[in-house]
């Protein structure tokens, strides 16, 4: 069965680090592209972080960009994000997420997310 | 930056009601665009991709239809189960960007 858990979340205080963990099973975290995703208590869906099918690209939302880090490791089948410099607009539901894509004549094209995790919290707060 | 917008933000609506959503981008986005359901406290469901094809295991009653900058998700006969929140992203390489969501109420 497809699925992605999400780990790490909890209560930090401002300007503190956390670190996240999604573990994968069903699916191969290294033929995908993932994304990690959160959502502000009563507010909409953002997009955080994403890292390419290999690895080799990691793409960053402006307002974690220098503060946030995704990786993978695939020999555990687990998504990372390492967060750092937390402020309180970082309190929200992070979700980790697997892009659904294909590879046309060695173009990438992205879907949509097509596997959710449940979600972990994380709030910022002194 | 691609920006969405959504509108009607909020809609009220009985069961059997015939449901449009509409999401602009800000500049041409082709046909890279999702549409999603999240009921609350769980995590959002893939239900269009590339505009306008169904995931699998959606049902019928859902459809995705645009290209370029006007995007429309089309609910024919709204079901209990559909009072939700829906919401558009469009994918590439570079943003993942969410629209702000449309909650579908009970009229």
């Known amino acids: 069965q497809v699925q992605l858990v999400e780990s790490g979340g909890g209560v930090a205080l401002p300007g503190r680090s956390l670190r996240l963990s999604c573990a994968a099973s069903g699916f191969t975290v290294g033929r995908y592209p993932m994304l990690w995703v959160r959502q502000a208590p009563g507010k909409g869906l953002d997009w955080v972080a994403f890292?390419?099918?290999?690895?080799?690209?990691?793409n960053y939302a402006d307002s974690v960009k220098g503060r946030f880090t995704i990786s993978r490791d695939t020999s555990k089948g687990a998504l990372l994000l390492q967060m750092s410099s937390l402020g309180v607009d970082d309190t929200a539901v992070y979700f980790c997420?697997?892009?659904?894509?294909?590879?046309?004549?060695?173009?990438?094209?992205?879907?949509?997310?097509?596997?959710w995790g449940p979600g972990t919290t994380v709030i910022v707060s002194s | 930056d691609i920006q969405l917008t959504q509108s009607p933000s909020f809609l009220s609506a009985s069961v059997g009601d015939r449901v449009t959503i509409t999401c602009r981008a800000s500049q041409d986005i082709s046909s890279y665009l999702a549409w999603y359901q999240q009921k609350p406290g769980k995590a959002p469901n893939l239900l269009i991709y590339?505009?306008?094809n169904l995931q699998p295991g959606v049902p019928s009653r859902f459809t995705g239809s645009g290209s370029g900058t006007e995007f429309t998700l089309i609910i024919s006969s709204l079901q209990p189960e559909d009072f939700a929140t829906y919401y558009c992203?469009?994918?590439?390489?570079?943003?993942?960007?969410f629209g702000p969501g449309t909650k579908v109420d009970i009229q």
């Open positions: 992203q469009h994918l590439n390489l570079y943003q993942f960007t």
């Open positions: 590339a505009a306008s």
């Open positions: 890292i390419s099918y290999d690895g080799s690209i990691e």
């Open positions: 997420a697997r892009v659904k894509w294909d590879v046309i004549r060695s173009d990438h094209y992205y879907y949509g997310v097509d596997v």
